[in-house]
């Protein structure tokens, strides 16, 4: 962050110079007349309002104050005015896909996740009332898509819904370390037991074995995920699951092939627990994902601008 000090604020002048050039004015204002009848209009740096930038010159210019040709005001460079992640590339992984339920053999099959193999990729799970995991994961992904794009960052995903299934966890993180990612966030929802509620953040463990080893992102992972962990509470008003991780809101797991194979900033974060009805009443609700999503982008954007 920026904690740089303003530059001093220019002093006044003094009453002199005012004089001075209150006696010039009508002089100048004369001159200006002459100049404006002669036709030029050109030059005026128009810090306008609003209006749009065109090259022709055809538009009156206003008078400006006579003084001869002001320096116009520096150019702003870099990333100002709302475009804090520009230059970032974030890429979310929505969890599951709607599709694998139609597709058992291929998600089952095995994957090297560098410490073991697992399944290539889960249905996920569903709500009492049949709203998917799914569903949820790319609804809640594609809107904190839309927020950290209007703040500049790249967006990518592992799916977008335009797959017959998964991708598999392997192709998951490979994704993420392909695009040289500043921060992935795999988007879950839990199944855990009805009567268990509220949100949690897995990090990825220290592992090490075969295609993974994540010695190098645990500890900027970890504060991806503390985080997430603080604005996806404030946006949604959800509290840190009681039924895991003691608690705090902070998992860490090493059986994941998502995390484990990541070379690059991940968690996942388990939005609520679509066993629990309470939970299922607000997960299933789009005013309260719109909140949700809000809170992953505020996560992800804290982070990147550390
Ligand atoms: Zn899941």
């Given at each position: 962050m920026s904690n740089g000090s303003f530059p001093p604020e220019p002093g006044r002048r003094g009453g002199t110079l005012?004089?001075?050039l209150a006696a010039l004015l009508p002089a100048c204002f004369a001159g200006w007349l002459l100049w404006s009848s002669l036709g030029d209009s050109k030059d005026d740096g128009a810090?306008?309002?609003?209006?749009?930038?065109?090259s022709s010159t055809s538009s009156p210019s206003p008078p400006s104050s006579g003084a001869p040709a002001a320096p116009s005001p520096p150019t702003p460079s870099g990333n100002v005015s709302g475009k804090p992640l520009a230059g970032k590339v974030?890429?979310?992984?929505?969890?599951?896909?709607?599709?694998?339920?139609?597709?058992?053999?291929?998600?089952?099959?095995?994957?090297?996740?560098?410490?073991?193999?697992?399944e290539c990729d889960t249905t996920g799970t569903a709500t009492n009332s049949g709203y998917a995991e799914a569903s949820f994961t790319l609804d809640v992904a594609r809107r904190a898509r839309t927020l950290l794009e209007a703040r500049g960052a790249t967006v990518r995903f592992t799916q977008d819904g335009d797959r017959p299934y998964g991708p598999c966890v392997d192709e998951r993180a490979e994704i993420g370390n392909k695009a040289h990612a500043d921060a992935v966030v795999s988007v879950h929802a839990d199944g855990a037991a009805a009567g268990e509620r509220g949100f949690h953040v897995i990090l990825?463990?220290?592992?090490?074995?075969?295609?993974?080893?994540?010695?190098?992102?645990?500890?900027?992972?970890?504060?991806?995920?503390?985080?997430?962990?603080?604005?996806?509470?404030?946006?949604?008003?959800?509290?840190?699951?009681?039924?895991?991780a003691d608690g705090s809101g902070l998992d860490v797991r090493g059986d994941l092939g998502g995390l484990n194979l990541s070379t690059v900033p991940k968690v996942f974060i388990e939005c609520g627990n679509m066993r629990d009805s309470q939970d299922a009443a607000q997960l299933t609700d789009k005013t309260w994902r719109e909140r949700a999503a809000d809170g992953v982008a505020q996560g992800i954007t804290d982070f990147l601008n550390e």
């Open positions: 005012a004089i001075v810090d306008g309002v609003g209006a749009p930038t065109t974030v890429v979310i992984d929505p969890g599951h896909n709607p599709n694998n339920r139609d597709h058992p053999s291929q998600i089952a099959r095995l994957v090297d996740i560098g410490t073991d193999e697992k990825p463990k220290s592992v090490r074995g075969g295609g993974a080893d994540t010695s190098a992102i645990t500890a900027p992972s970890r504060r991806l995920g503390e985080r997430l962990r603080s604005r996806f509470a404030k946006a949604t008003g959800s509290e840190p699951a009681q039924y895991i």
